[in-house]
């Protein structure tokens, strides 16, 4: 009895071990924006998004570094590698690939943070996890200003070029000539043949997000110049997914 008891004393001490990220290390920088820590789970930053160093092939991973890629996994690893960090949560603390989800700070750095306000990295909004998205645009908004990093070596682009950029972070310019809304999602397209022209694309479960800020994402942007910024995807056309009305900014009305 007593073996027993102490056997699960251990085990629950094992636990409590295993689930304090107060202070943590470093084990390895995968690339800007994800990391492994020393008990070998990775660990996905909130709330940014970096270039990416790989491309998806089957199950496997083949080295094909997008623009700026290689640049943010350095500035990353010269933050973190090798270092004791503390990780702060949100509100979901693993994603659908089974990676921890956090705000990395080591000592009063604020990782998520500086890679936005060094231009290593572009507004990822990830809903729920909206804890620390006032700060993260205020940074972004100052790095594109001063054409830090990334935002100093991309150009923005129109919208019919958006083709062009299939898998690569860009940001998006253009007119929203209508929009159009089904059971699962509302489509904003910038051109008349949606299968082949840009669409900004915001699923059902991010609706209220914008009805929050008293935007119907269906009737507000419709006529508008509008930028977006994020990962240009090719499904029926190039596409960028908006999760929260922070990821779309209107030019003009």
């Not at 960090?85 to 921890?100: A, C, V």
């Not at 051109?191 to 082949?196: F, P």
Request: a positive charge.
């Amino acid at each position: 009895m007593i073996k027993k008891i102490l056997f699960v004393l251990l085990f629950v001490g094992c636990f409590s071990l295993e689930l304090d990220y107060s202070n943590i290390k470093v084990l390895e920088v995968i690339d800007g924006d994800t990391i492994r820590l020393e008990n070998q789970k990775l660990l996905r930053y909130i709330g940014v998004d970096t270039p990416e160093i790989g491309i998806r092939k089957g199950n496997n991973f083949i080295y094909s570094p997008q623009p700026f890629a290689e640049e943010a996994k350095e500035f990353n690893r010269k933050l973190v590698e090798g270092k004791k960090i503390r990780i702060e949560f949100d509100i979901e603390k693993i994603d659908k690939y089974g990676r921890l989800l956090g705000y990395v700070f080591v000592k009063d750095t604020f990782v998520n943070a500086k890679l936005l306000e060094e231009g290593y990295a572009v507004l990822y909004t990830n809903p729920p996890n909206l804890k620390y998205i006032e700060l993260f645009k205020k940074l972004q908004k100052e790095a594109q200003t001063k054409k830090r990093g990334l935002w100093g070596a991309y150009e923005v682009i129109s919208s019919d070029l958006a083709h062009l950029y299939i898998n690569q972070i860009r940001t998006v310019r253009g007119k929203v000539l209508n929009s159009y809304k089904t059971d699962k999602c509302i489509f904003l397209n910038f051109g008349e043949d949606y299968k082949k022209d840009f669409t900004i694309v915001i699923f059902k479960d991010n609706f209220k997000y914008f009805y929050e800020k008293n935007i119907d994402p269906k009737t507000f942007y419709t006529g508008k110049t509008v930028q977006i910024t994020g990962k240009i995807i090719d499904y029926n056309g190039p596409e960028i997914i908006a999760r929260t009305p922070e990821d779309i900014e209107v030019i003009n009305s």
